[in-house]
């Protein structure tokens, strides 16, 4: 017997750097693809040209959107797929070159690559964070070699928001002839680019991480810069990533980037705003509570919080039962219980780690969803304190 589909599962969601909801003129845009336009943009006819211009369309308006040129955009399946494909390509460009520079916050599709590449002989840096999540540029300078192939590092984290100088970064590696990657999928969107004016080669991006749909995202690649494909087949996407295009996707993906440049001044001014009255409101009301990460350079939605001897599990489920949606600091609901690997990195303490919680809003964000989390949030933090024996032992 199929199970039914609940329709409005959250009342508040506030868990966008996990994914967010398809901007509805996105899906407007990708209909047509899966009937009339259906052509193949690789055939010769009218109906596969059609389609190809369309594609060629999308293209350009991912290109406005970050500062780079249409032949630099590279379609993909996703963040995932886009990191590998910059680490292991500029690799298999430069073989003779065994030394990957990383740091220790990266998301899993940077980070999964790098330890991979450890095991399998390469020499790979992992630059630490300070306790607000910054790295320590004096030992990135440090930590360039000569026979360093490739710099990655995202440009903001997906946890706690927190933005890395990657800019200044980049354009340090091309004096010393490495080229720099950054995952900017949590970026893209929410900080204005301009990638034609940075020494960037490589850069990730993720439809779903801007209002577009999953399964779709793009690797830009600077002209020049030297990258073999991990994929053979056909001679789509400029010989570098073979296989017949996800159309409506792609469609998708160009109407969603349209949309966030015309949205992006709302983000940094009207969401940063409504994120900064949730985390002042929670500081004021919770006792015992501390933001994660660099509070000044950081994405306009993202807060990262830690309450004090309460289980982050805990805390999602009570706002589970309210239909508030929001993401834990612990990977325990993913069959580990280790906390997450970016607030131990920043040394978190013990009695914080496992009760953070990230907030992470969107365009779609209203004052009366923050208003609505203000109304129950301290109470739920009270009520699991209440029955916490660590928060007796310590302030009984």
């Known amino acids: 017997m199929k199970q039914p589909i609940l329709l409005e599962p959250c009342f508040v969601y506030l868990d966008n750097n996990a994914t967010t909801r398809v901007h509805p ?18 055939s010769m006819h009218t109906c596969g ?7 060629e369309g999308a293209r350009e308006a991912l290109g406005a959107l970050i500062g780079a040129a249409p032949d630099e955009i590279i379609f993909t399946s996703g963040g995932t797929e886009s990191d590998n494909m910059a680490i292991r390509g500029v690799l298999e460009s430069s073989p003779e070159k065994r030394h990957v520079v990383t740091t220790r916050v990266e998301h899993p599709g940077v980070l999964s690559t790098a330890k991979w590449l450890a095991a399998k002989g390469y020499d790979v840096t992992f630059l630490d964070v300070d306790n607000g999540g910054n790295l320590n540029l004096d030992a990135y300078r440090a930590a360039l070699r000569p026979d360093t192939a490739v710099v990655s590092v995202m440009w903001a984290n997906n946890e706690t928001g927190v933005v890395f100088p990657v ?17 900017a999928v949590q970026a893209v969107g929410k900080i204005p680019m301009d990638l034609g004016k ?11 991480k801007l209002h577009g749909p999953k399964g779709i995202g793009a690797l830009y690649v600077r002209r020049g810069t030297r990258i073999a494909p ?11 990533r073979p296989g017949t295009e996800n159309v409506p996707s792609i469609i998708g993906l160009g109407r969603a980037a349209e ?3 015309a949205a992006i001044g709302d983000e940094n001014t009207r969401v940063a705003g409504l994120r900064d009255r949730l985390e002042k409101a929670l500081l004021e009301a919770i006792p015992r509570t501390q933001v994660n990460g660099n509070r000044d350079a950081r994405l306009p939605n993202t807060t990262n919080m830690s309450f004090e001897f309460v289980e982050g599990e805990a805390i999602l489920l009570r706002m589970n039962e309210l239909r508030i949606a929001a993401s834990s600091g612990s990977a325990c609901t993913s069959g580990s219980l280790e906390p997450s690997h970016v607030l131990r990195a920043m ?7 496992h009760g953070s919680v990230r907030f ?27 029955i916490s024996p660590f928060w007796k032992d310590a302030y009984a």
Do not use: C
Request: net charge negative; hydrophobic share 45%.
């Open 230 to 240: 991990i994929l053979f087949g056909g001679h789509q996407e400029h010989g570098k």
């Open 198 to 208: 940075t020494a960037i080669d490589l850069l990730s991006l993720s439809a779903h």
């Open 167 to 183: 800019e200044e970064m980049a354009a340090y590696a091309h004096e010393k002839g490495v080229p720099f990657h950054t995952d």
């Open 25 to 42: 003129e996105v899906l407007e845009a990708m209909l047509p693809h899966f009937s009339k336009l259906f052509g193949n943009p690789s």
């Open 347 to 353: 040394g978190v303490p013990f009695t914080m780690i």
């Open 259 to 261: 949309m966030a440049l």
């Open 360 to 386: 992470s809003l969107s365009v779609y964000t209203t004052e009366k969803e923050i208003g609505f989390v203000l109304e129950h949030f301290p109470g739920i933090i009270k009520q699991l304190r209440a």
């Open 49 to 55: 040209g059609v389609v190809a211009r369309q594609t």
